[in-house]
């Protein structure tokens, strides 16, 4: 199975930017690849999916507009890309790989086979 392990987490200041990356033990072509979250205390958090090629997108609606999930398939990674964060964005990211792409936010219930084992990002105000 692919294994999956994220990097680029941190802590930053609200209104900031960070990147992270996902990089995969496979070749992910094969993948849908996606972004949760989660927060202490919190259920896991849809935050972004990318189809197979990378031409379709998919969003929670909390990061719609600042965030921006890319892939690079011929290195095995995958990106997101946040912009103007908040305290809220604070919380463990977990990339992950699937056959399956959720089209919308309503599928992204049974999204999310492969998991990494995360990277904590933390917003200060």
């Known amino acids: 199975q692919v294994q999956l392990a994220e990097s680029g987490g941190g802590l930053v200041q609200a209104g900031d930017s960070l990147r992270l990356s996902c990089a995969a033990s496979?070749?992910?072509?094969?993948?849908?690849m996606g972004w949760f979250r989660q927060a202490p205390g919190a259920e896991r958090e849809f935050v972004a999916a990318?189809?197979?090629?990378?031409?379709?997108?998919v969003y929670g609606d909390s990061v719609k507009g600042r965030f921006t999930i890319s892939r690079a398939n011929a290195k095995n990674t995958v990106s997101l890309q946040m912009n103007s964060l908040t305290p809220e964005d604070t919380a463990v990211y977990y990339c992950?790989?699937?056959?399956?792409?959720?089209?919308?936010?309503?599928?992204?219930?049974?999204?999310?086979?492969?998991w990494g084992q995360g990277t904590q990002v933390t917003v200060s105000s």
């Open positions: 992950t790989a699937d056959n399956y792409f959720p089209g919308t936010e309503v599928d992204t219930g049974r999204f999310g086979r492969y």
């Open positions: 496979e070749l992910i072509g094969n993948y849908a």
């Open positions: 990318t189809s197979w090629t990378g031409y379709r997108t």
